[in-house]
């Protein structure tokens, strides 16, 4: 049960995007279309799994037992730059047309505060192995969704009668809002 908590709250109640506002550069930037939102949802589900379970190690296995604790904010980003880079050469050469389609996104996710959040978050909530690895599926699978059904919604909103004034980015801020307070509902959910 404990394992469900945590995975349902960090996919729909504490959701990254819509309750810390974490991500949010590649939220707006991918989101115009489906086919990107999904391919940038994979990415990030990969580095921010890939990247906690390292650093879950990496800590516990190397910077506890040398007493370099201090030191966990420097190494986790230098491993999270250098699994997105990896990220990066495995997309491009597996999938030149997403790699294309996500453009500047996919470097961005080295940047990406979401990212470095969660590894953070996985020590500091004192997660056991199995729950880092529940929470860093969760986390990330928020992320996807939210991507996704604000996908759809922008595809839909080019083609519905928008005011001038709000097309563009001032209508898709509007409905990001709205989807933050739909959200809320989830609170009650644990």
Do not use: H
């Amino acid at each position: 049960m404990n394992l469900l908590t945590i995975f349902l709250s960090g996919m729909l109640i504490n959701n990254i995007i819509l309750s810390k506002f974490l991500g949010i550069c590649p939220f707006m930037g991918v989101s115009t279309k489906l086919s990107s939102a999904v391919g940038m949802g994979l990415a990030v589900i990969f580095v921010i799994f890939g990247a906690s379970v390292f650093s879950w190690v990496l800590y516990y296995y190397a910077l506890v037992p040398l007493g370099l604790e201090y030191m966990k904010l420097i190494c986790f980003i230098l491993l999270i730059a250098s699994f997105v880079q990896f990220v990066e050469m495995f997309v491009k050469k597996t999938s030149p047309s997403l790699y294309k389609s996500l453009g500047i996104y996919l470097p961005l996710i080295t940047t990406n505060c979401a990212v470095l959040y969660v590894t953070l978050d996985n020590i500091t909530q004192k997660y056991n192995f199995v729950e880092t690895i529940v929470n860093s599926i969760g986390v990330p699978a928020g992320f996807m969704l939210m991507l996704v059904i604000f996908a759809t919604i922008r595809e839909r909103l080019d083609s519905a009668d928008v005011p001038e004034a709000f097309k563009g980015n001032p209508i898709a801020l509007v409905v990001a809002a709205i989807m933050a307070i739909a959200f809320t509902a989830f609170a009650g959910l644990v």
